[in-house]
Structure formats: C-alpha cells, structure tokens
C-alpha cells in the first residue's frame, strides 16, 4: 500500500503553511501588545 508522492507533498506543504501562518500570528501578536 504506497502513497502517492503528490498527497505527501501536499501534507507537508499544508504544514508549511500552517506552521507560517503560526508565525505571523505570533508576530502580530507581539506587535499588537507593544
């Protein structure tokens, strides 16, 4: 049963985004409480 490398590269970019998006949240969080 292999996966196709297509849907692992998507997960991993959905993660990418995900963890990107934590950032700025982060980061606007930060500037917000300045």
């Known amino acids: 049963m292999g996966v196709p490398g297509d849907i692992v590269?998507?997960?991993?970019a959905l993660a990418d985004m995900?963890?990107?998006?934590?950032?700025l949240r982060v980061a606007l969080?930060?500037?917000s409480s300045v």
């Open 18 to 23: 995900e963890r990107a998006v934590g950032d």
């Open 9 to 12: 590269l998507s997960l991993h």
């Open 29 to 31: 969080f930060h500037v």
